[in-house]
């Protein structure tokens, strides 16, 4: 059967309330041939978030309707792994369905993109260009384990990856860019400039696409940035307020698939 992902928004309840309404939905969840997987609660959001496993979507409807009484504001079909990827898990993390589970599906994406990786071959021939792909994977990954980022995508020149802290994705990328810098200090004949976009959303959104403004947006800045720089969303910025980290105003920018133009901040680092 289908994985659907249904975002409940303006109920004002609490983390008990939400796990009481999970449990409620599992009573009934048999009679409708649904199976609901676990849930994620944004308190700060006001939004909740459903897993489950159903024939349709009319199916998550009626369960909610006969549990409990709350609206789906979006339902949307997912796939499993993707969601495993982006939350980490795709089931109750306790046995104990009466137990109210903490945990924010909002996610920071951030993109990655090797410049002029396509024309490192004609300049350094197959195995130099290889060494330095892998110069790149390992300097990228060896950051977003020391940040707790994970990686959803991995590009062949760049990655997309998500945290659960809009914080922690800014130091990784500049940690990245840092390591990418100390790397051509040493290696001035093989140069690797990184351009880097990052910005942060909640799963289901109106769009269709599992947490897809956000990676629009983030593979979008991505694509703005210079080469060593760091391109962030507003919504990003804000969450770093009072965190000891320098942006830069870079305007606003028309962007392909936002109907407003999007600001655009860089992130201010040494080298």
Not at 69 to 93: H, K, S, T, W
Not at 102 to 114: G, Q, Y
Not at 185 to 191: I, R, S
């Amino acid at each position: 059967m289908p994985i659907y992902m249904d975002r409940h928004q303006g109920e004002n309840l609490t983390p008990e309330q939400v796990a009481e309404a999970h449990a409620a939905d599992m009573k009934l969840q048999h009679e409708y041939g649904c199976r609901f997987l676990t849930y994620w609660f944004d308190d700060e959001r006001d939004s909740v978030f459903c897993l489950v496993d159903a024939p349709d979507k009319s199916a998550v409807r009626k369960v909610h309707e006969a549990a409990h009484g709350f609206g789906n504001n979006e339902i949307m079909e997912v796939d499993l792994d993707i969601v495993q990827a982006f939350l980490g898990r795709v089931e109750d993390p306790s046995s104990n369905t009466d137990e109210p589970i903490s945990d924010s599906p909002f996610r920071a994406v951030m993109f990655t993109d090797l410049e002029g990786s396509t024309e490192m071959i004609s300049l350094y021939g197959d195995d130099k260009s290889m060494e330095l792909l892998r110069v790149h994977n390992a300097l990228t990954r060896d950051a977003l384990r020391a940040h707790a980022g994970k990686e959803i995508k991995h590009t062949g020149d760049g990655f997309m990856t998500s945290f659960t802290s809009a914080v922690s994705s800014v130091e990784c990328a500049i940690d990245i860019q840092r390591a990418m810098i100390a790397h051509n200090e040493e290696n001035p004949a093989a140069l690797m400039n990184l351009r880097i976009g990052i910005c942060a959303g909640e799963p289901v959104r109106n769009d269709k696409q599992l947490y897809g403004a956000a990676v629009n947006l983030a593979a979008r800045l991505c694509a703005h940035a210079e080469p060593t720089s760091i391109l962030v969303a507003q919504v990003v910025k804000d969450l770093c307020v009072g965190k000891n980290i320098t942006f830069i105003d870079r305007g606003e920018a028309e962007v392909k698939g936002f109907e407003e133009s999007i600001p655009m901040y860089e992130v201010a680092f040494g080298g």
